[in-house]
């Protein structure tokens, strides 16, 4: 069946420095992809999102790259700081509105 | 500006109880879904709404029933409520205008015992 998995549980990065954070999808149909925050408590919160005829899409600190050929995408926060340590998650399309999610990734931020 | 609001925030049922799920959402999105979200696993779709009066199954409904009588409240009911329904429950809501910015609620964690 179709799946959307992280590679990391877990990621330990320094302030200051760049976090990537890497999701692989299985469907090759899905059109939209999607990054997910979220904190402890609290319900996720949209990041950013990469349409599949785009490679790369840019936010406020955050990249979004997405490689069709081997079904990968990553999250790249520039300059990470304390108030990025959250669980991260991407979502891959199965269909208007419906999307498959990955497990997350908990990014930990060190002082 | 209140956005996406779920009451409650905690619940704690016995097995055979029903109850319903509160979402209600401020922004006029025509699109709200229910999702739950287990340890280890991803966010599951239980069920959907393109807009007043209009449902769908998600990829998880046994068990849960939804409505929509209006654009801004979806409950969702557990119908009997089991073990295996112990979870945090998110209620979401998209604009029309866009496919993938999702509003969430804070989730409901929900205990069955």
């Known amino acids: 069946g179709e799946s959307v998995g992280l590679h990391l549980p877990t990621l330990s990065v320094q302030e200051g420095d760049n976090s990537i954070i890497n999701c692989a999808y299985s469907?090759?149909?899905?059109?939209?992809f999607i990054w997910y925050k979220q904190e402890s408590g609290k319900g996720p919160q949209f990041i950013i999102d990469i349409r599949s005829n785009m490679d790369k899409r840019q936010g406020q600190r955050v990249t979004v790259l997405l490689n069709k050929t081997v079904k990968h995408l990553s999250l790249q926060i520039a300059a990470t700081q304390p108030g990025d340590s959250a669980v991260y998650f991407c979502a891959a399309s199965v269909g208007t509105y419906k999307y498959i999610f990955g497990t997350g990734t908990r990014l930990k931020v060190l002082a | 500006n209140a956005g996406v609001t779920q009451t409650p925030k905690f619940q704690v049922l016995k097995t055979g109880q029903s109850m319903t799920l509160q979402c209600a959402q401020d922004?006029?999105?025509?699109?709200m879904s229910w999702y739950r979200q287990d340890p280890g696993m991803g966010l599951r779709l239980i069920h959907y709404?393109?807009?007043?009066?209009?449902?769908d199954q998600g990829e998880v409904p046994n068990g849960y029933n939804v409505s929509r009588s209006t654009t801004e409240d979806f409950p969702l009911r557990l119908l009997s409520a089991a073990p295996s329904q112990t979870s945090v429950y998110f209620c979401?809501?998209?604009?029309?205008?866009?496919?993938?910015?999702?509003?969430f609620g804070q989730g409901t964690r929900l205990t069955v015992v």
């Open positions: 922004m006029n999105h025509e699109y």
């Open positions: 709404s393109v807009g007043a009066g209009i449902t």
């Open positions: 979401a809501s998209t604009s029309g205008g866009s496919v993938t910015e999702a509003f």
């Open positions: 469907n090759s149909a899905s059109d939209y």
